[in-house]
Protein backbone atom coordinates (compact mmCIF):
# COMPACT_ATOMS: atom_id res chain seq x y z
CA UNK A 1 0.00 0.00 0.00
CA UNK A 2 1.52 3.55 -0.64
CA UNK A 3 2.56 5.59 2.32
CA UNK A 4 -0.15 8.56 1.78
CA UNK A 5 -2.83 6.08 1.84
CA UNK A 6 -1.36 4.03 5.11
CA UNK A 7 -1.29 7.43 6.61
CA UNK A 8 -4.28 8.71 6.02
CA UNK A 9 -5.45 5.15 7.51
CA UNK A 10 -4.41 5.46 10.44
CA UNK A 11 -5.72 9.13 10.76
CA UNK A 12 -8.66 7.47 9.89
CA UNK A 13 -8.54 5.46 12.85
CA UNK A 14 -7.32 7.26 15.20
CA UNK A 15 -9.70 9.94 15.23
CA UNK A 16 -12.33 7.51 16.84
CA UNK A 17 -9.66 6.18 19.28
CA UNK A 18 -10.63 7.54 22.96
CA UNK A 19 -7.51 8.75 24.27
CA UNK A 20 -5.95 7.56 27.61
CA UNK A 21 -3.72 9.99 28.21
CA UNK A 22 -3.42 13.16 30.02
CA UNK A 23 -1.71 16.34 28.97
CA UNK A 24 1.80 16.87 30.81
CA UNK A 25 0.62 19.95 33.27
CA UNK A 26 3.75 20.06 35.55
CA UNK A 27 4.65 22.73 33.43
CA UNK A 28 1.93 24.79 33.43
CA UNK A 29 1.97 26.47 30.15
CA UNK A 30 1.82 23.18 28.72
CA UNK A 31 -1.58 22.05 30.05
CA UNK A 32 -2.99 25.36 27.97
CA UNK A 33 -2.83 23.23 24.69
CA UNK A 34 -6.03 21.86 23.14
CA UNK A 35 -5.70 17.79 24.11
CA UNK A 36 -7.43 16.74 21.16
CA UNK A 37 -4.60 18.03 18.64
CA UNK A 38 -3.22 15.49 15.88
CA UNK A 39 -0.65 15.48 13.97
CA UNK A 40 1.65 13.30 11.64
CA UNK A 41 4.34 14.06 9.07
CA UNK A 42 6.17 11.49 6.57
CA UNK A 43 9.50 12.83 4.88
CA UNK A 44 11.66 10.00 3.09
CA UNK A 45 15.03 10.36 1.76
CA UNK A 46 13.73 10.22 -2.10
CA UNK A 47 11.74 13.60 -1.33
CA UNK A 48 8.47 12.00 -0.56
CA UNK A 49 6.73 14.01 1.95
CA UNK A 50 3.34 13.98 3.27
CA UNK A 51 1.57 15.02 6.38
CA UNK A 52 -2.07 15.07 7.59
CA UNK A 53 -3.90 16.59 10.63
CA UNK A 54 -2.08 19.70 12.65
CA UNK A 55 1.18 18.88 11.25
CA UNK A 56 2.03 22.33 10.39
CA UNK A 57 1.10 23.39 13.96
CA UNK A 58 3.81 23.96 16.08
CA UNK A 59 4.48 22.60 19.74
CA UNK A 60 6.90 22.40 22.13
CA UNK A 61 9.79 20.16 21.42
CA UNK A 62 10.64 19.45 25.07
CA UNK A 63 12.53 16.32 25.27
CA UNK A 64 12.94 15.63 21.63
CA UNK A 65 15.19 18.56 21.43
CA UNK A 66 17.89 16.41 23.50
CA UNK A 67 18.99 14.72 20.44
CA UNK A 68 20.21 17.93 18.48
CA UNK A 69 21.81 18.83 21.84
CA UNK A 70 23.66 15.86 21.70
CA UNK A 71 24.52 16.19 18.01
CA UNK A 72 25.58 19.46 18.76
CA UNK A 73 27.82 18.15 21.63
CA UNK A 74 28.81 15.31 20.03
CA UNK A 75 30.11 17.41 16.73
CA UNK A 76 32.00 19.56 18.91
CA UNK A 77 33.67 17.75 21.17
CA UNK A 78 33.82 13.90 20.20
CA UNK A 79 34.08 10.84 22.26
CA UNK A 80 34.98 13.24 25.41
CA UNK A 81 31.71 13.77 26.46
CA UNK A 82 31.24 10.04 27.36
CA UNK A 83 33.26 9.99 30.65
CA UNK A 84 30.36 12.52 31.99
CA UNK A 85 27.14 10.33 30.71
CA UNK A 86 26.53 7.03 29.71
CA UNK A 87 24.81 5.24 27.37
CA UNK A 88 22.54 2.45 28.67
CA UNK A 89 18.96 2.51 29.11
CA UNK A 90 17.89 4.17 32.54
CA UNK A 91 14.46 1.82 32.90
CA UNK A 92 13.46 5.11 34.76
CA UNK A 93 11.33 7.55 34.26
CA UNK A 94 12.94 10.97 32.78
CA UNK A 95 13.18 13.01 35.64
CA UNK A 96 14.02 9.90 38.20
CA UNK A 97 16.44 11.26 41.05
CA UNK A 98 17.71 7.38 42.44
CA UNK A 99 19.69 6.06 40.04
CA UNK A 100 22.23 9.17 39.99
CA UNK A 101 22.88 9.15 43.65
CA UNK A 102 23.93 5.34 43.49
CA UNK A 103 25.83 6.23 40.11
CA UNK A 104 28.03 9.20 41.31
CA UNK A 105 26.32 11.56 39.47
CA UNK A 106 26.96 10.40 36.10
CA UNK A 107 23.72 9.83 34.45
CA UNK A 108 22.92 7.19 32.40
CA UNK A 109 22.46 8.27 29.28
CA UNK A 110 21.90 12.02 27.42
CA UNK A 111 18.16 11.64 26.72
CA UNK A 112 16.77 11.24 30.71
CA UNK A 113 16.53 14.90 32.17
CA UNK A 114 20.13 14.81 34.23
CA UNK A 115 22.12 13.35 31.20
CA UNK A 116 20.59 16.20 29.05
CA UNK A 117 21.72 18.75 31.43
CA UNK A 118 24.88 17.64 31.68
CA UNK A 119 24.89 18.06 28.11
CA UNK A 120 23.77 21.64 28.42
CA UNK A 121 27.04 22.06 30.87
CA UNK A 122 28.80 21.01 28.02
CA UNK A 123 27.04 23.03 25.39
CA UNK A 124 27.39 26.66 27.47
CA UNK A 125 31.52 25.40 28.33
CA UNK A 126 31.81 25.19 24.34
CA UNK A 127 29.64 27.41 22.68
CA UNK A 128 30.49 31.25 22.62
CA UNK A 129 26.82 32.21 22.81
CA UNK A 130 24.88 29.14 23.24
CA UNK A 131 21.48 30.16 23.19
CA UNK A 132 21.93 32.23 19.60
CA UNK A 133 24.50 29.69 18.46
CA UNK A 134 22.20 26.46 19.63
CA UNK A 135 19.56 27.87 18.04
CA UNK A 136 21.19 28.68 14.84
CA UNK A 137 22.21 25.05 14.63
CA UNK A 138 18.55 23.57 14.98
CA UNK A 139 17.81 26.01 11.85
CA UNK A 140 20.05 24.87 9.98
CA UNK A 141 19.61 21.63 10.02
CA UNK A 142 15.83 22.18 9.46
CA UNK A 143 16.62 24.23 6.88
CA UNK A 144 14.56 26.61 8.56
CA UNK A 145 14.79 29.92 10.25
CA UNK A 146 11.50 29.93 11.32
CA UNK A 147 12.34 28.01 14.04
CA UNK A 148 12.57 29.53 18.12
CA UNK A 149 12.29 29.32 21.42
CA UNK A 150 9.17 30.02 23.55
CA UNK A 151 9.95 32.19 26.59
CA UNK A 152 6.61 31.45 28.17
CA UNK A 153 6.96 28.00 28.06
CA UNK A 154 11.15 28.09 29.64
CA UNK A 155 9.45 30.62 32.65
CA UNK A 156 6.59 28.52 32.98
CA UNK A 157 8.73 25.34 33.81
CA UNK A 158 11.63 27.11 35.46
CA UNK A 159 9.51 28.50 38.11
CA UNK A 160 8.13 24.80 38.89
CA UNK A 161 11.42 22.69 38.13
CA UNK A 162 12.05 21.34 41.61
CA UNK A 163 13.30 18.01 40.41
CA UNK A 164 16.38 19.47 37.80
CA UNK A 165 17.39 21.94 40.21
CA UNK A 166 17.63 18.62 42.33
CA UNK A 167 18.96 16.67 39.89
CA UNK A 168 21.87 19.28 39.03
CA UNK A 169 22.36 20.01 42.16
CA UNK A 170 23.01 16.05 42.98
CA UNK A 171 25.39 16.24 39.89
CA UNK A 172 27.40 19.75 41.28
CA UNK A 173 28.42 18.00 44.56
CA UNK A 174 29.90 14.84 42.29
CA UNK A 175 31.62 17.45 40.35
CA UNK A 176 29.73 16.40 36.94
CA UNK A 177 28.84 20.35 36.46
CA UNK A 178 31.32 22.49 35.40
CA UNK A 179 29.13 26.21 35.06
CA UNK A 180 26.87 27.98 37.32
CA UNK A 181 23.57 26.18 38.10
CA UNK A 182 21.62 28.42 37.19
CA UNK A 183 23.03 29.27 33.92
CA UNK A 184 22.30 25.63 33.24
CA UNK A 185 19.17 25.08 34.32
CA UNK A 186 17.84 28.65 31.94
CA UNK A 187 19.90 27.38 28.97
CA UNK A 188 18.15 23.36 29.34
CA UNK A 189 14.79 25.09 29.70
CA UNK A 190 15.57 27.44 26.88
CA UNK A 191 16.16 24.41 24.51
CA UNK A 192 13.37 22.34 25.82
CA UNK A 193 10.91 25.07 25.00
CA UNK A 194 12.10 25.18 21.15
CA UNK A 195 8.93 24.52 19.23
CA UNK A 196 8.63 22.95 15.93
CA UNK A 197 5.67 21.39 13.32
CA UNK A 198 5.50 17.82 12.86
CA UNK A 199 6.99 18.72 9.16
CA UNK A 200 9.73 20.69 10.55
CA UNK A 201 10.61 17.60 12.70
CA UNK A 202 10.41 15.37 10.18
CA UNK A 203 12.96 17.28 8.01
CA UNK A 204 15.42 18.17 10.51
CA UNK A 205 15.86 14.51 11.63
CA UNK A 206 16.27 13.42 8.29
CA UNK A 207 20.13 14.19 8.83
CA UNK A 208 19.67 10.67 11.04
CA UNK A 209 18.04 8.83 8.44
CA UNK A 210 21.22 9.92 6.36
CA UNK A 211 24.38 8.67 7.84
CA UNK A 212 24.94 12.10 9.57
CA UNK A 213 24.20 14.62 6.43
CA UNK A 214 21.59 16.97 5.48
CA UNK A 215 19.80 15.78 2.71
CA UNK A 216 19.22 18.64 0.51
CA UNK A 217 22.17 20.57 1.27
CA UNK A 218 24.22 17.72 1.69
CA UNK A 219 26.11 19.00 4.38
CA UNK A 220 28.22 16.68 6.85
CA UNK A 221 26.90 17.33 10.17
CA UNK A 222 28.22 14.47 12.31
CA UNK A 223 30.02 11.45 10.88
CA UNK A 224 28.71 8.27 9.81
CA UNK A 225 29.66 6.36 12.96
CA UNK A 226 27.95 9.50 15.44
CA UNK A 227 24.98 9.51 13.71
CA UNK A 228 25.18 5.22 13.59
CA UNK A 229 25.63 5.91 17.92
CA UNK A 230 22.63 8.80 18.21
CA UNK A 231 20.85 6.59 16.54
CA UNK A 232 21.72 3.40 18.57
CA UNK A 233 20.83 5.81 21.98
CA UNK A 234 17.41 6.98 20.44
CA UNK A 235 16.91 2.81 20.09
CA UNK A 236 17.48 2.36 23.82
CA UNK A 237 17.28 5.46 25.47
CA UNK A 238 14.37 7.37 23.87
CA UNK A 239 11.37 6.50 25.73
CA UNK A 240 12.79 6.73 29.47
CA UNK A 241 10.96 3.55 31.00
CA UNK A 242 9.28 2.65 27.86
CA UNK A 243 12.13 2.29 25.50
CA UNK A 244 11.49 -1.33 24.87
CA UNK A 245 7.81 -1.04 24.41
CA UNK A 246 8.93 1.35 21.72
CA UNK A 247 10.82 -0.84 20.17
CA UNK A 248 8.67 -4.14 20.57
CA UNK A 249 6.01 -2.18 19.26
CA UNK A 250 7.47 0.23 16.23
CA UNK A 251 10.55 -0.99 16.15
CA UNK A 252 12.46 2.13 15.01
CA UNK A 253 15.04 5.00 16.57
CA UNK A 254 13.31 7.36 18.29
CA UNK A 255 12.59 10.21 20.75
CA UNK A 256 9.86 11.54 22.92
CA UNK A 257 8.95 14.60 24.61
CA UNK A 258 6.39 15.80 26.74
CA UNK A 259 4.81 18.49 24.75
CA UNK A 260 3.34 15.39 23.38
CA UNK A 261 5.95 15.18 19.93
CA UNK A 262 7.56 11.94 18.79
CA UNK A 263 10.38 11.41 16.16
CA UNK A 264 11.52 8.73 14.61
CA UNK A 265 13.91 7.39 11.62
CA UNK A 266 14.22 4.50 9.49
CA UNK A 267 18.12 5.06 8.79
CA UNK A 268 18.87 4.79 5.16
CA UNK A 269 14.58 5.61 4.09
CA UNK A 270 12.53 8.45 6.07
CA UNK A 271 11.94 10.67 9.24
CA UNK A 272 8.18 10.66 11.04
CA UNK A 273 7.34 13.04 13.70
CA UNK A 274 3.64 12.76 14.90
CA UNK A 275 2.20 14.69 17.62
CA UNK A 276 -0.67 14.44 19.90
CA UNK A 277 -0.30 15.78 23.76
CA UNK A 278 -2.02 13.44 25.47
CA UNK A 279 0.45 11.41 27.65
CA UNK A 280 0.11 7.76 28.87
CA UNK A 281 1.69 7.51 32.49
CA UNK A 282 5.46 7.21 30.85
CA UNK A 283 5.26 10.47 29.44
CA UNK A 284 4.81 9.67 26.25
CA UNK A 285 2.18 10.35 23.50
CA UNK A 286 -0.37 7.97 23.73
CA UNK A 287 -1.73 8.40 20.25
CA UNK A 288 1.84 8.84 18.55
CA UNK A 289 3.00 5.49 19.83
CA UNK A 290 -0.28 3.60 18.49
CA UNK A 291 0.56 5.74 15.39
CA UNK A 292 3.76 4.78 15.07
CA UNK A 293 3.22 1.39 15.49
CA UNK A 294 0.29 1.10 12.92
CA UNK A 295 2.58 2.87 10.21
CA UNK A 296 5.66 0.46 10.66
CA UNK A 297 3.31 -2.56 10.95
CA UNK A 298 0.83 -1.76 8.06
CA UNK A 299 4.09 -0.31 5.58
CA UNK A 300 6.33 -3.12 7.29
CA UNK A 301 8.93 -0.51 7.20
CA UNK A 302 10.99 -0.84 10.73
CA UNK A 303 14.83 -1.75 11.03
CA UNK A 304 13.40 -4.87 12.43
N1 LIG B 1 10.32 14.23 28.88
C1 LIG B 1 10.39 15.52 28.64
O1 LIG B 1 10.01 16.00 27.58
C2 LIG B 1 10.86 16.36 29.78
C3 LIG B 1 11.41 17.70 29.39
C4 LIG B 1 11.05 18.78 30.36
N2 LIG B 1 11.64 20.00 29.91
C5 LIG B 1 11.55 18.44 31.77
O2 LIG B 1 12.63 18.77 32.11
O3 LIG B 1 10.87 17.87 32.56
Not at 31 to 57: C, M, R, T, V, W
Not at 62 to 72: G, R, T
Not at 169 to 179: G, P, R, Y
Not at 278 to 294: F, M, P, Q, V
Request: hydrophobic share 40%.
Amino acid sequence: MELKQILQDIYTELADKNDKGQVASYIPELANINPNKFGIHYISLEGNSYGLGDHQEKFSCQSIIKVLSLCLAIKNEGVKIWKRVGVEPSGTPFNSLVQLEYEHGIPRNPFINAGAIVICDILLSQLENPKDDFLAFVQKLALNSNINYNPKISASEKAHGYRNAALINMMKSFDNIENSIDDVLDFYYDICSIEMTCEELAQTFLLFANNGCIPNSNERIITTSQSKRINAIMQCCGFYDEAGEFSFKVGLPGKSGVGGGIVAIHPGKYAVAVWSPRLNKKGNSYKGILALELLTTKSELSIF
